[in-house]
């Protein structure tokens, strides 16, 4: 472990001119991109991985030859939507997305599939009988499964006890000669009463979504009141057109109508005052639950102020992410994006984004929707359900899926229906509610400034800003002196400043702002150890081996999350690669010639000090690929993968 603070590149004065984006590197190991590809080829046993997704050379036949050594290519500009004369859309419109990447299930990386209840050494015969679609022969599926990675069972050492058997990849360290599960009495009774991850979806709760058998009775008292209100909107807007209608009447006998209303007016009233006043019906004594309702002063209070908080982010944001950056300091992390739709359905896909481990102890969901009757009934169903700090909205997502249909940052331009969606989920939750924006939708006209007062008064807890707005995404800075602006505004609730923060320096920078506190995304991603750096105010200069380690501790916490078997694995191994995707923009310091790295900068072609540190620099997936070999054996003879993000955001 190396430390190195700023002035050390005094000693190395730039001697060449670096191009406008691109990081500057200290002249002795700057590359071309041939001699780079060339040095990983030769210390890589062989020619070059091409197991990726064959789309890359897709290009043409004289493209074909550099398509195996190309990175993604640098951003390009986004176009207008162009229509052709039959109408349609033509699909030119560059995104940071690869939205017709491949998506191959890791199941379909294991042909002959053991049924569980023979893996799990169940007692009792399968439920199916003979038309389970799994294996059921012990030695027809051990002929047919992948060699084992490893010698050393993480799940077995760690729980003294492997729950997936035989299927599992590390088998050897816990088979016995008849194939039986090997058990560590030891452990197991050690890690008895231990609850590693919280907040799983229970089979009853899912039985009683999908039969649409929940019920949502705080919800639905505060839905009836949102009805009420716009009952009364509208029969003002038709009394106001009825008086221009009627302007031809007798003074007596408006006079006399207006009476009338005022009488049925006052009986709806007196009639509502008592259906209010009526004794509530219950069975056994009342408590002070049944009848009182918390005041926000009385809610489970989060002390958010001068914490480091982790983006919730979506697909890398997963739980064996947020436990390494848990390890390195972060103090708030939050769930990836969930569709409360989706939670509403009982999908168990949706779900999984909910769970917690232990070690995250304040922990929040975020959730998306752009209706207030679904987001309060999620919000009331996560109440009763799961264990969290805080429940985040998420009124800053840019991406079409989302924003055309009113959520994201569409919640922003729809004020009347955010309102009632705050004020609907403060309604119904026990916990603090927080709220992630953007500057605004369109680029040059700001709207978050608008918006912070009314949230104040909605009852939100925490506001996060992201100094961009949507048509900007990353195509230039954070404007943190708007986020200052607004954390003014908001004040006293905190407001955490979010972009382009990437080292200490950028840190200490943005907490000489008015901000409570920062949120990191991107640069968690590429650097996860910016949580240390930031904590102990220095540059950490960490070696190729330690980075290595951390991958390794990686795939260790998603062998345990996802499973140990073939699926599993590879399922771990995708998420390692879209990780890798961004981790590879990382230089490291001993490198640069002006520290810190900006995280706008393009890395240029650099030799590291040794193999590993130059395979990391690359940003050629096959080179994942073998990084992904090093730690979870080879990938199947089917194996393909595009990463979601191209590397384009850069300027």
């Not at 419109?93 to 491949?102: C, E, F, L, V, Y």
């Not at 345990?560 to 073939?566: A, K």
Request: aromatic share 8%.
């Amino acid at each position: 472990m190396m430390e190195t603070t700023a002035e050390s590149s005094e000693n190395h004065p730039v001697v060449q001119e670096t191009e406008k984006g691109t990081a500057a590197i200290k002249t002795q190991y700057l590359t071309t991109k041939e001699q780079f590809h060339a040095y990983l080829d030769s210390s890589g046993q062989g020619q070059r991985d091409d197991r990726v997704h064959k789309d890359e050379a897709k290009d043409g036949a004289s493209g074909a030859e550099e398509s195996c050594v190309d990175e993604p290519e640098k951003k390009k500009m986004k176009l207008d939507d162009v229509h052709t004369e039959d109408g349609k859309q033509d699909k030119k419109k560059m995104r940071g997305q690869n939205k017709s990447r491949p998506h191959m299930k890791p199941q379909s990386y294991d042909n002959k599939r053991l049924c569980p209840s023979i893996s799990q050494e169940r007692e009792n015969k399968c439920f199916y009988g003979d038309k389970c679609k799994f294996v059921h022969d012990l030695s027809e599926y051990m002929a047919s499964k992948p060699a084992d990675v490893g010698e050393e069972c993480y799940i077995f050492n760690t729980f003294g006890k492997c729950p997936y058997g035989v299927t599992c990849r590390f088998s050897k360290a816990h088979i016995g000669p008849d194939f039986k599960n090997l058990v560590n009495e030891e452990l197991v009774k050690k890690n008895a009463e231990r609850i590693a991850v919280k907040n799983s979806l229970d089979k009853d709760l899912q039985k009683r979504l999908r039969k649409r058998q929940v019920t949502f009775k705080a919800s639905e008292e505060y839905l009836k009141t949102i009805g009420k209100a716009q009952n009364k909107a509208d029969n003002g807007k038709n009394a106001v057109a009825t008086k221009q209608i009627t302007d031809g009447c007798a003074a007596e006998e408006q006079s006399e109508c207006c009476l009338k209303d005022d009488v049925v007016g006052d009986i709806q009233e007196t009639k509502d005052c008592k259906s209010q006043q009526a004794p509530v019906k219950t069975i056994g004594p009342l408590t002070d639950v049944d009848l009182i309702k918390l005041r926000p002063c009385e809610k489970k209070q989060v002390d958010f102020r001068d914490k480091l908080y982790l983006a919730p982010l979506t697909t890398c944001g997963n739980l064996p992410f947020r436990r390494i950056c848990k390890r390195f300091g972060a103090d708030i992390t939050c769930g990836e994006m969930a569709m409360c739709t989706n939670l509403l359905q009982g999908q168990s896909s949706e779900w999984a984004l909910l769970k917690r481990h232990e070690s995250e102890d304040i922990f929040g969901v975020q959730l998306e929707g752009c209706f207030p009757d679904s987001m309060t009934r999620c919000a009331e169903l996560l109440n009763r359900n799961i264990e969290v700090d805080f429940v985040d909205i998420n009124s800053g997502c840019p991406i079409d899926l989302v924003y055309k249909k009113g959520g994201g940052c569409g919640l922003m331009t729809r004020t009347n229906k955010f309102e009632q969606i705050v004020r609907g989920m403060n309604t119904v939750l026990d916990v603090p509610l927080t709220v992630k924006i953007r500057t605004g939708v369109q680029e040059k006209a700001n709207i978050a400034h608008k918006l912070i007062p009314e949230m104040k008064k909605w009852g939100v807890s925490l506001i996060t800003l992201h100094g961009r707005s949507r048509e900007q995404r990353y195509t230039k800075l954070a404007d943190w002196d708007y986020i200052d602006t607004c954390s003014k505004l908001a004040s006293p609730i905190p407001l955490f400043g979010n972009g382009d923060i990437l080292s200490y320096e950028d840190a200490m920078k943005a907490r000489e702002t008015g901000v409570s506190g920062v949120m990191l995304a991107r640069g968690a991603l590429i650097k996860p150890w910016i949580f240390t750096e930031i904590k102990e105010q220095r540059h950490w200069d960490i070696s190729s081996s330690e980075r290595l380690d951390i991958l390794k501790d990686f795939t260790h916490f998603g062998l345990e999350h996802w499973g140990s078997d073939t699926q599993g694995l590879e399922k771990t191994r995708t998420f390692l690669l879209e990780w890798l995707s961004f981790m590879c923009r990382y230089i490291p310091v001993g490198l640069l010639e002006r520290v810190p790295q900006k995280i706008n900068e393009r890395p240029p072609y650099y030799m590291g000090r040794d193999y590993l540190e130059s395979l990391m620099a690359s940003q050629h997936v096959g080179d994942w690929v073998k990084i992904s070999e090093m730690l979870l054996g080879p990938v199947p003879q089917n194996f393909s993968f595009l990463p979601k993000h191209k590397a384009n955001a850069y300027k």
